[in-house]
């Protein structure tokens, strides 16, 4: 009677163990027919939840670009590091454009950065 009820103890066991599923294996497949796991989702979900974050930072950053920097400091911030559509572009080339020096255009976009880094700073405390 007693290793009956060992039997019986080690399939009820099995039995809660068997909902039990690993995060690598395999629960669906993909659009080619490649193996899903459960951790290829979580990654993914991720992935967007980082891609939402990365969205509403740039909002914010395109926001306060126009909002705490002069016209100049704008446009070298748009040049230099390619936003609006363009394409980022050195330091060099940004002094050529602006005819003014590479010097010059460093300490803008420094002071630039530095603004900005405060602006979020100030909006996230």
């Known amino acids: 009677m007693r290793i009956a009820n060992e039997v019986l103890m080690f399939f009820r066991n099995g ?7 690993s995060i690598n294996e395999p629960i669906d497949t993909d659009k080619d027919g ?25 909002e ?19 040049l230099r590091y390619g936003l609006n559509g363009n ?4 330091q060099r080339e940004v002094a050529s ?3 003014i020096s590479r010097s010059y255009v460093s300490r803008i976009e420094k002071k630039a950065l530095l603004e900005l880094r405060k602006k979020f700073e100030r909006s996230n405390k």
């Not at 039995?15 to 599923?21: P, T």
């Not at 979580?42 to 992935?47: H, K, L, P, V």
């Not at 950053?61 to 748009?78: A, G, N, V």
Request: cysteine-free.
């Open 15 to 21: 039995k809660k163990s068997s909902l039990d599923i």
């Open 97 to 99: 454009r602006m005819k």
């Open 34 to 58: 490649s193996a899903l796991t459960l951790i290829d989702i979580m990654s993914t979900e991720d992935s967007i939840l980082d891609q939402i974050d990365i969205k509403i930072k740039s």
């Open 87 to 90: 394409q980022p572009i050195t």
């Open 60 to 78: 914010k950053l395109h926001k306060y670009i126009s909002e705490i920097l002069s016209p100049r400091e704008q446009l070298i911030i748009e």
